[in-house]
């Protein structure tokens, strides 16, 4: 990959990607455009897939149609985006329907305790990740892998291969269709997966607000009471837990910021890792993440919109969990900064554990440093990204963050502030040879023909 050029600058679908939205445009304006697909008639679909009616306990319908008509009205998806919302959207409602069967006909499930799970949480693009796979990989813990969030009925080892690579074979799709993002975040069948996946089949999940571009949603959804998301993250995680128990959940979402009472309702008992970052770094890191992941989906996404978005949520995230936390007793957090995770993440893990009294055995750091070696030789430092590309600047971003990186430290110090300036001017160069032009001015769009070329 060009040093000088940042990942956002490589966005290109496939050839055959290409064509095949390229065809379903022009059928779009050559015949009247076909109808929304709505709630009733994806609920429908799923019920006759898998021959089950019982959803199980929890409203979720409003949610639903609220996020259809959201998609197709303000998402401006492409055929493939089209397709990807409705395939996505059968699966998780015939998830509900299946684990409902199963846990009626397994009663344990409903008996499994979820005692003192670990959320990290922190800043999207905050070192939580990484500490997430470390943790998770102590034989003592346990995380949702992503082929089981995807496939979670049956709750016993029956069929595990199959469905382990049913996963793998819809990474792999998805690594091919947006070949970018492999830079930006690892997606694999057997790696451990976000809380959002366990919370989307309620549709009160930000999971959707990252796909796609979904702002009267996004509104509705930051509104609501995420208690009944929160119970449902419960029943999953139960639902795993009866195939495959363990001492201890590891669990991770930034989302979890903005819902701690919500939580905390679900888990009374729930022990935190907040990651620390500059928020200038972690805002320009995670529009960039959302702009790649949207932009398989629609032919038409503002990166410029994408970080104001950002900006706006994550300050106001940061600022309710600030004000939560400190309810909690300092025993029940631990706080790790992103460059001690990058410098020596098996130091940051041993500090969680010593925090937590818990043992880090010899073995959990063994896996925990094959782990670190393979993520070095996986990610070798490939996104590159600039906060110029989205429209603003630092000193927006400290500004929306001021209280978060006074009480934190993370303001920008002389020094960085001076190889700062200095990468600036690498990227201006950089931009000037290749012909691109980023955004400068706040009340326009990215010239979206600029942006693809």
């Not at 989906?297 to 600022?319: G, K, L, N, Q």
């Not at 929306?400 to 990186?405: G, I, Q, R, V």
């Not at 502030?417 to 032009?437: I, M, N």
């Amino acid at each position: 990959m060009n040093s000088s050029v940042t990942t956002l600058r490589q966005i290109r679908c496939p050839l055959p990607i290409r064509l095949f939205n390229g065809c379903g445009a022009l059928l779009e304006k050559a015949l009247s455009p076909s109808a929304p697909v709505n709630a009733v008639d994806l609920i429908n679909t799923a019920k006759r897939r898998c021959g089950l009616d019982d959803f199980g306990e929890g409203d979720f319908f409003e949610a639903l149609s609220r996020l259809l008509d959201s998609c197709y009205s303000e998402a401006r998806l492409n055929l493939l985006g089209k397709i990807a919302l409705k395939t996505n959207i059968v699966q998780m409602l015939c998830s509900r329907l299946q684990m409902e069967r199963d846990r009626q006909l397994y009663p344990d499930i409903a008996r499994q305790e979820i005692s003192e799970p670990l959320f990290i949480v922190g800043l999207p693009r905050s070192g939580t990740t990484l500490l997430h796979h470390l943790v998770a990989a102590d034989p003592e813990h346990r995380s949702p892998l992503m082929w089981e969030v995807m496939s979670p009925s049956p709750p016993t080892p029956a069929i595990e291969k199959r469905r382990i690579q049913r996963a793998t074979q819809s990474c792999n799709f998805f690594n091919w269709l947006a070949p970018t993002f492999r830079y930006v975040h690892a997606v694999g069948a057997e790696l451990p997966q976000e809380c959002i996946g366990l919370m989307a089949p309620t549709f009160m999940s930000d999971q959707f607000d990252a796909m796609y571009y979904v702002p009267s949603y996004r509104a509705w959804f930051f509104r609501q009471d995420l208690r009944p998301a929160y119970e449902y993250h419960r029943r999953f995680l139960q639902h795993l837990q009866f195939r495959r128990p363990a001492r201890r959940w590891i669990l991770k979402a930034p989302t979890h910021m903005s819902a701690m009472p919500a939580l905390l309702s679900v888990y009374p008992d729930a022990l935190f890792v907040q990651t620390h970052r500059t928020p200038v770094d972690s805002m320009a890191s995670v529009s960039s993440l959302v702009t790649i992941l949207r932009s398989a989906f629609s032919d038409a996404v503002d990166p410029f919109t994408i970080c104001r978005e950002a900006i706006h949520y994550w300050s106001e995230s940061t600022e309710k969990f600030l004000h939560e936390r400190d309810r909690l007793a300092k025993n029940r957090i631990c706080d790790v900064e992103y460059e001690e995770i990058s410098r020596d993440p098996i130091a940051a893990v041993r500090r969680i554990y010593d925090h937590f009294d818990w043992t880090l055995s010899t073995e959990a750091e063994q896996r925990m440093r094959i782990l670190v070696k393979s993520h070095a030789e996986r990610q070798p430092g490939n996104h590159r990204y600039h906060l110029s590309e989205f429209g603003f600047s630092e000193e927006e971003v400290l500004s929306a963050f001021a209280s978060y990186c006074r009480q934190f430290g993370l303001c920008p110090s002389d020094r960085e502030k001076l190889w700062t300036s200095r990468r600036e001017a690498l990227f201006a160069e950089a931009q000037r040879r290749s012909g691109f032009v980023s955004i400068t001015g706040k009340n326009n769009l990215m010239d979206e023909r600029k942006f693809r070329e």
